[in-house]
C-alpha cells in the first residue's frame, strides 16, 4: 500500500494510533485508549481518500469509526448504535466486493460456503442462550451480515479474505464479552489487535482489486494537442 508522500504520512499516522490505542490497552490505560481509538479510522480513511480509493471505502471506514465511537460508552443503546454502525459499513464492503470481486466457484466456492454457514449457525447457536433476551434478534441479525461480509471478502483475494475472517474473529470476541462468557487476559486487546488488521486487509484488497481495473492511461486515449 504505497502513495504519494501525502497518503504515506496518513498511513504512518495511522500506524503511530494503532500502537498508541494498542499500548494503552495492555496498560489497561483507559484515558489513552478513549483518546486513540477515536482517531483510528478517521486517518485510514484520508489516508485512503489520498489514494483516491473508491468512496464506499472511505464509507465502510467511516462507519467503522462510528462505532467504534459509540462502543467507547458502556451502555445498550450505544452497542446497538455502534453495531448498526459497523452493519453499514458492511453493506458497503459488500457492494465493493460486487463491484471488484471475481466471484467463489467450484468446489473452493461451495467449501467456503459451507465452511462461513457452519461458523454462523454454530457460533449463533453456541451464544443464543447466554445472551440478553433483548439483544438475541440484533446479534443473530448483524451476524448473518457479518458473516456474509467475510465471505464476500474471499473475492478479492487472500489479503481481503484474511481481513474478513479477522473481522469475524474480531465481532466474535466481543459478543462472547457480551454473553459474559470467560474471557481471554486483556480481551479489548485481542480485539482491537484483530479489528485493525482486518481493517486494513480489507482495504488493502479492494485497493489492489479497484486498482487493477481501473482504466489504463494509453497514448491512443490521451488527446492531440491543438
Not at 61 to 75: K, Q, S, V
Not at 79 to 87: E, I, K, W, Y
Not at 91 to 117: D, E, H, N, P, Q
Amino acid at each position: 500500500m504505497t502513495g504519494r508522500p501525502s497518503s504515506r504520512l496518513l498511513l504512518g499516522a495511522f500506524g503511530v494510533a494503532a500502537l498508541g490505542d494498542l499500548g494503552a490497552l495492555l496498560a489497561d490505560f483507559g484515558p489513552g485508549h478513549a483518546v486513540f481509538k477515536p482517531l483510528l479510522m478517521p486517518l485510514f480513511a484520508a489516508y485512503v481518500a489520498a489514494r483516491r480509493g473508491p468512496r464506499p471505502l472511505v464509507a465502510a471506514l467511516l462507519f467503522g469509526w462510528g462505532g467504534d465511537t459509540f462502543l467507547l460508552f458502556d451502555a445498550e443503546l450505544a452497542f446497538l448504535a455502534g453495531m448498526g454502525s459497523f452493519a453499514a459499513g458492511h453493506v458497503c464492503y459488500l457492494v465493493l466486493f460486487k463491484r471488484y470481486g471475481a466471484g467463489a466457484s467450484g468446489a473452493r466456492g461451495a467449501g467456503l460456503v459451507a465452511g462461513y454457514a457452519l461458523a454462523l449457525v454454530g457460533t449463533v447457536a453456541l451464544l443464543w442462550p447466554d445472551l440478553p433476551a433483548d439483544m438475541r434478534g440484533p446479534v443473530a441479525g448483524y451476524s448473518l451480515l457479518l458473516t456474509a461480509m467475510a465471505f464476500g471478502a474471499t473475492t478479492l483475494g487472500p489479503a481481503a479474505g484474511a481481513g474478513g475472517a479477522l473481522f469475524l474473529l474480531s465481532d466474535t470476541l466481543i459478543a462472547t464479552g457480551v454473553a459474559e462468557w470467560p474471557q481471554l487476559p486483556r480481551p479489548d486487546f485481542a480485539i482491537m489487535i484483530t479489528y485493525l488488521g482486518a481493517q486494513y486487509l480489507l482495504a488493502r484488497g479492494v485497493l489492489a482489486a479497484a486498482g487493477r481495473t481501473a482504466p489504463e492511461v494509453t497514448s491512443e486515449s490521451v488527446p492531440a494537442p491543438r
